[in-house]
């Protein structure tokens, strides 16, 4: 299995909805990332997870809440979001060994905030 | 800093052409890694390839070459005879460390569009 798996697909949300964002990997990597991903701008980093351990948050507004629950899995959940989140966010996943560790990305949930 | 500049906004080729997208990095380590990726419309970031810093061999696959160059702190991408599939957008990253963990340092991007 040599891919990463996000759902749902499309995701539209009002501002005081709570939702998650799930992915998953099954390449036995042990570093997972959020990215954010604006239209016509290169993905930037949201969170870094590395032995299911938070390991870089840039700075990401609390409304945004990372889970690592075991090595395959990484959900992001969403609460009281803003207009301005609406976006591609996309998943990520790589070996932690320097010389392997291109990020495989999945093909991201497009989230529409109302 | 870490930085990674593709100057190259948009190209537009036709069919069959050579296209060349353009990749200068910026950075304190001495050793790195360096990626490139496709993003065609439906979203997904495909890996294409990964290079390290110690090794300058310029690399082949299919269509596809690359071109690695350390004295310019290139890392340019030729496909040859372009075809309507390889319209996408295209990311050069640079990884870096920060803390116990790696993180990417991506280009702007290159949208490419070949036309029939």
């Known amino acids: 299995d040599t891919e990463v798996t996000q759902t749902p697909k499309h995701l539209v949300m009002g501002m005081t909805n709570k939702k998650s964002l799930k992915c998953e990997q099954h390449m036995g990597h042990r570093a997972m990332y959020w990215y954010k991903q604006k239209a016509k701008k290169p993905p930037e980093l949201m969170f870094v997870?590395?032995?299911?351990?938070?390991?870089i948050n840039e700075s990401v507004p609390s409304r945004f809440s990372p889970e690592c629950p075991n090595s395959s899995l990484l959900n992001l959940h969403l609460h009281a979001l803003q207009p301005e989140d609406s976006a591609l966010y996309l998943c990520a996943s790589s070996f932690v060994v320097r010389d392997q560790n291109e990020q495989f990305f999945g093909p991201g949930t497009r989230l529409t905030v109302l | 800093a870490q930085k990674v500049t593709q100057a190259q906004t948009e190209i537009s080729v036709v069919e069959k052409e050579d296209v060349t997208l353009d990749c200068v990095y910026e950075t304190r380590d001495t050793t790195y890694y360096l990626f490139w990726y496709k993003q065609p419309p439906s979203g997904e970031l495909v890996f294409l390839i990964r290079?390290?810093?110690?090794?300058?061999q310029n690399e082949i696959s299919g269509r596809y070459s690359w071109n690695f160059q350390k004295s310019t702190s290139s890392f340019n991408f030729t496909i040859t005879a372009s075809q309507v599939v390889d319209s996408a957008v295209y990311f050069c990253a640079l990884r870096t460390r920060q803390g116990g963990s790696e993180k990417l340092v991506f280009g702007k991007g290159t949208k490419l569009t070949v036309n029939p």
């Open positions: 290079r390290n810093s110690f090794d300058e």
């Open positions: 997870y590395s032995y299911e351990k938070l390991s």
